[in-house]
């Protein structure tokens, strides 16, 4: 992989990316995030069109989040696929009963077609230029139609509340966590164009302190820290690091202590801060 082509942050100032040789600022319109977990949604399509308006970013889920019908008020939204529609990491078994349908998921088992998917969705965006910040957790009020939760796999996760998934305290499922990133990292390590989100929002359910701005919790803060070593260590493997660590760390903007930079976030290069 030519250093070009691998998004970093731009030595002189690291409010800018480094990108194909050139100062860049990334700017998009995006769809909801759904492009590639939604077997119905054209992403070449789509790709193609936010490359022709002269955008050069997009954002996707990779398959531990997906949302039911009219979640957020939103009427067509492509992280909603309709039943049976949702594609995802894992496997599907022989047992029905998934909550937003189809059979449940078997977490033994990687699923073939997701990968095939994930490859084309990656290769049409570097070869437009288009840089994806791929998002690995979000639990946000779905903890109900996630695959790793117990309902809905085959494999006896462990039973826990929603508040608990992003955190280091939610049983056998930290496992899962730990091979479900480990394996995406291996798949999407040849590709230069990405930037890896840890987790959108991960405030959503654990505030560090009341009210709408608020960074996540110290508990939700470790399993931060825990899932970018996970990263860290599974993308230096074979030649040393490669991509950038992102990560939401409130609304609109809080100071990050720098003591925590150390603690919780010493791999983390990005920081993104929602709704100004």
Known sequence: ???????????DNPHYFLWQGQPTVLVTSSEHYGALINMDFDFEKYLRTIHDLGYNNTRVFLGDYVEGPHDFCIETNTL?????????????????GFILGGNKFDLDRWDTDYFERLHKFFTLAASLGIVVETLFFFVGPNWKH????????VNGTTAIAAEDYLTLHNGNILARQEEYVRKLVRELQPYGNLIFNICMEPWFLN???PGFVSPPSQDTKAWIQQVSEWIYDEDSGISGRKHLISVDFSNRGSRIPAGEL???FRYVSVFNAHYD
Request: glycine fraction near 2%; hydrophobic fraction near 30%; charge should be neutral.
């Open 80 to 96: 909603a696929p309709a039943p049976g529609r949702f594609i995802c990491p894992w496997a599907r078994s022989e047992e029905p």
């Open 207 to 209: 505030p560090e302190h």
């Open 1 to 11: 992989m030519k250093k070009e082509n691998i998004i970093t942050l731009h030595p």
């Open 262 to 264: 150390k603690t919780f």
């Open 146 to 153: 996630l695959p790793l939760n117990p309902d809905n796999n």
